[in-house]
Every structure is written in C-alpha cells, then in structure tokens.
C-alpha cells in the first residue's frame, strides 16, 4: 500500500508536470490537534514549482493543486 505521501506526489507529478516537487508530511507537528491520527499520515506541506504555474495568481495555482 502506497502513503498518502506518495500518492499526493504522484497525482501532482502527473497533473502538473513540475520542475520541483517537496511533500512533507507534517503530521507530528500536529498530535493532539482535531483531524490528527495516530498513524499520521493527516497534515502535508507541498512545495511545487511547475511551468503551468506562469502567469496564474497565487488561489488560481493554490486551486489547481487543490
């Protein structure tokens, strides 16, 4: 079974074509908050820098990697 990490890099690898992509999952920085889990695997930063980015505002690219 893939981590939600690596399914997270590979749909934006695969919709967005990036030159750079960083998925960190951030999820122990968020113990003990509402949606967090055990096992983790529930809070992610993502880094992308991606061609398809150029000329967009910053919520039309946050709304393309959403």
Known sequence: M????TT?????SNALKP????VSDDSAKHK???G?????????T???VAEI???KSRVECHRMVN
Do not use: C, D, W
């Open 19 to 22: 030159v750079s992509l960083l």
């Open 8 to 12: 997270i890099e590979t749909m934006l």
């Open 53 to 55: 980015f150029r000329g």
């Open 36 to 44: 967090a889990r055990p096992g983790g695997q529930t809070h992610y």
């Open 46 to 48: 993502v880094e992308i």
């Open 2 to 5: 893939n981590s939600r990490k």
């Open 32 to 34: 003990g908050h509402a």
